[in-house]
């Protein structure tokens, strides 16, 4: 491909995920849609054509693709995935990069030694406000990270543990601002997978983590706790606010004693954009230009690592082990 070329685009998978990554490619500039393949054929011929494209085997779209996203359920990305690396295409995986360790390192091996570029779809990371913030922590002697990840059951039957399906993100979040790996991890959660808070320790930085599934407000917060400062990450909002200067005192007020505390507060200005547009630009140009993605394989196995860890060291909590007791 050159710096001009129009990248041939397709889609594997045509879920929820998969139906937006084909109605952003559809949208991008340089790059056309040339597909969508999915098992449920009549799943595939509907997204495909809502964005004017064609419903077609895996085979056929990895025969006129340059680069694909993959958003199958994770069980099957190994083979997925290594598929379209044998076939010469470049992958955006959504995340995360396998179902084990091993399967994560043979893709990360396999994309280096065919010089093609594999993508994990991190997408927090691609949000405006945590990118501010990563723009921030390079200044701040940072004390703690903490997370919350919380909403309502999507439906009755909701899929997964929240260790792998949400807190994965705030995992990968934390990992990249502090740019490095946990050295020792705690954890407690729900019996079901839907509720869970980790504690981990790195250097210098305790991290608190907490992914839910039962709490009846969706809730999408990261606090950067400093020396200097207190940042405050709104994900929903794109918002970031810093508390600075923070200060208690006693005023007299008509004889009366009142307490008030106050701080400086700032609010950055941050350019408002959908962070998948932004993951799938990133990845079009790593692929055009044969750059390493904003998110490496490498990230996602780092990222896969940490929540196999704290999903092993999860105790229930006193309710669940109660119930289980009877």
């Not at 598929?83 to 280096?112: M, N």
């Not at 980790?198 to 407000?217: G, H, I, W």
């Not at 940042?231 to 810093?242: A, H």
């Not at 750059?291 to 990230?299: F, G, H, K, N």
Request: charged content about 25%; aromatic content about 4%.
């Amino acid at each position: 491909m050159t710096d001009q070329s129009t990248v041939r685009a397709g889609v594997i998978g045509a879920g929820s995920m998969g139906e937006n990554h084909a109605r952003v490619y559809s949208e991008l500039q340089n790059v056309d849609l040339v597909g969508v393949a999915d098992r449920d054929r009549e799943v595939a011929r509907r997204v495909a054509g809502e964005f004017g494209t064609e419903a077609v085997t895996l085979e056929g779209l990895l025969g006129q693709c340059d680069v694909v996203t993959v958003a199958v359920p994770t069980h099957v990305h190994v083979d997925v995935v290594s598929t379209c690396l044998e076939a010469g295409v470049h992958v955006l995986v959504e995340k995360p990069i396998a179902d084990s360790l091993e399967g994560g390192r043979a893709l990360a091996d396999q994309a280096r030694e065919s010089d093609l570029v594999l993508q994990v779809g991190h997408i927090e990371r691609f949000n405006p406000a945590v990118q501010m913030v990563h723009d921030l922590i390079d200044d701040l002697d940072v004390i703690s990270i903490e997370a919350e990840r919380l909403g309502p059951p999507i439906n009755r039957t909701a899929p997964g543990n929240v260790v792998f399906d949400l807190m994965i993100h705030d995992v990968d979040i934390v990992g990249s601002l502090l740019d490095e790996r946990p050295t020792s991890i705690s954890a407690i959660g729900t019996a079901d997978g839907r509720y869970a808070t980790a504690t981990m320790e790195y250097d210098d930085v305790v991290a608190t983590l907490t992914a839910s599934r039962v709490t009846q407000k969706k809730v999408r917060k990261l606090t950067v706790t400093a020396r200097e400062c207190l940042v405050e990450v709104d994900y929903l909002e794109q918002s970031v606010l810093i508390y600075r200067d923070s200060y208690p005192e006693y005023l007299t007020d008509d004889g009366q004693n009142r307490y008030r505390h106050e701080s400086v507060v700032e609010r950055p200005r941050i350019s408002v954009s959908e962070p998948l547009r932004c993951e799938l630009e990133s990845f079009v140009e790593a692929a055009r230009t044969g750059t390493e993605p904003e998110v490496t394989a490498e990230d996602g196995i780092d990222a896969l690592e940490t929540v196999q860890a704290i999903d092993s060291r999860i105790e229930t909590t006193p309710r669940e082990q109660e119930v289980n007791a009877r």
